[in-house]
């Protein structure tokens, strides 16, 4: 499989400001997500980051809180806006590759801290 | 929407133990993953198992889809083992969004 990146790896954010957390692979995609981990829980899909188009959003999640963008085949981002502490997770990218559209995966995370 | 339940919660073994996690969904489903989340965060694929058997090392899965669970079974477990288990499952055609389940986290002894 190719290699996702994410960036940055971790960040510790004040209150009400908001943060862009990248993901790129290396090669072309499929599809592409953004997953929220809030601490000692599962994971929760947030979108679908659909190229050149609006995400799709998971009920929950809204565009206002967290804008997803996703310029090109390899490359998205998501920004977690007016943070509040409830907003202190790991966030996930994942992607599904041309050749094996049924598995995803995940590239290693964001751990974001609001204080 | 479908449900997604995985025992035991927590499990603790002795290196070199043999362990079985389930995982129950509420729904028919098209696909389904293993993944292992080490202790940095990240996950790891184990196996890609929509149904029928798998085994890869001292790990091997089972999914009897008509009864709508998984079995992931760990042999000899080792230390390095340790992490959170989850299972994930998509019951919507074309659209590979998957639900995860409520994770088995693991720890072995040495």
């Known amino acids: 499989s190719a290699v996702i990146s994410q960036k940055p790896s971790r960040d510790i954010c004040q209150r009400g400001t908001s943060l862009t957390i990248q993901c790129q692979v290396d090669s072309q995609v499929t599809m592409m997500f953004w997953y929220r981990q809030q601490p000692g829980q599962s994971l929760t899909l947030i979108a679908t980051a659909n190229q050149g188009s609006e995400a799709t959003y998971e009920s929950g999640f809204v565009i206002d809180k967290f804008p997803i963008s996703r310029p090109n085949l390899t490359f998205s981002t998501l920004t977690v806006s007016n943070m509040s502490p409830e907003d202190s997770s790991i966030y996930l990218c994942?992607?599904?590759?041309?050749?094996?559209?049924?598995?995803?995966?995940f590239g290693p995370g964001t751990r974001l801290t609001v204080t | 929407g479908i449900q997604v339940e995985q025992s035991p919660p927590d499990l603790i073994l002795q290196e070199g133990a043999n362990s079985t996690l389930r995982c129950n969904f509420s729904?028919?489903?098209?696909?389904l993953q293993w993944f292992h989340q080490n202790p940095w965060g990240q996950l790891i694929n184990l196996f890609y198992i929509p149904s029928g058997t798998k085994q890869n090392g001292r790990l091997s899965a089972t999914t009897v889809a008509t009864e709508r669970y998984s079995l992931l079974y760990i042999s000899s477990s080792q230390t390095t083992d340790s992490g959170v288990y989850f299972c994930a499952v998509s019951s919507t055609s074309g659209t590979y969004k998957y639900i995860f389940g409520t994770g088995t986290r693991l720890k072995v002894l040495a």
């Open positions: 729904d028919s489903v098209n696909n």
């Open positions: 994942s992607v599904t590759y041309l050749d094996m559209v049924y598995e995803q995966y």
